[in-house]
């Protein structure tokens, strides 16, 4: 995503981005969208029953930090890092992270449409919720990419497709080949969508 100053409001606007991220009403809807889906999918990671071996996570467009902070909160055991464009969203993540007393997360501003500052198989799980809110069809194959790059072998993504209006958890994707695989058919699915 690029940004680029509004002129007329002096607000930011970022590409693919149709609202302003760095508002607080943004900010209080995605909220809500984010507890709502949490709980149309039936918690945090409910597909998963055995997350012990699971010790870096990563959640990307995190905005307010809600899932990630259920997360590290729900497993102790894990280290959260939550990135975001906005960092209205990222500062009020890290003043939450402070005030539940959680040392187990952080959260940093950083442009999802560029490569992200992570080394190679970082991660154990690569977390991605609401990316059609940004993802223009051609972005959605170098986003996966950088995907796969950051998650360790033997590692998971997971990101909810939807189906209608309720979310479906997809199954972890495990490989760089089914992540190729995965990333041709959102951009094939998104382009025949009404949501494109």
């Not at 089914?178 to 094939?188: G, M, N």
């Amino acid at each position: 995503m690029t940004d680029s100053m509004d002129s007329s409001s002096g607000a930011h606007r970022y590409e693919g981005y149709a609202l302003d991220a760095e508002n607080a009403a943004e900010m209080a809807r995605l909220m809500v969208q984010d507890r709502l889906l949490t709980q149309a999918m039936g918690g945090v990671l409910p597909e998963q029953s055995d997350l012990s071996q699971v010790y870096h996570v990563l959640d990307i467009a995190c905005g307010p930090g809600g899932w990630l902070l259920d997360l590290v909160t729900q497993y102790p055991h894990m280290q959260g890092v939550g990135i975001d464009i906005s960092q209205l969203m990222m500062e009020y993540a890290s003043s939450l992270a402070t005030s539940q007393g959680l040392s187990n997360v952080q959260f940093h501003v950083m442009d999802a449409m560029q490569p992200l500052h992570f080394s190679d198989n970082t991660f154990d799980l690569v977390n991605g919720r609401i990316f059609t809110g940004f993802l223009s069809t051609h972005q959605w194959s170098a986003l996966l990419q950088e995907c796969a790059r950051i998650t360790r072998p033997g590692g998971f993504f997971a990101s909810p497709k939807q189906s209608g209006d309720l979310p479906i958890v997809q199954p972890m994707i495990r490989s760089q080949s089914l992540f190729e695989k995965r990333s041709k058919y959102i951009c094939t699915a998104r382009s025949r969508s009404r949501f494109v």
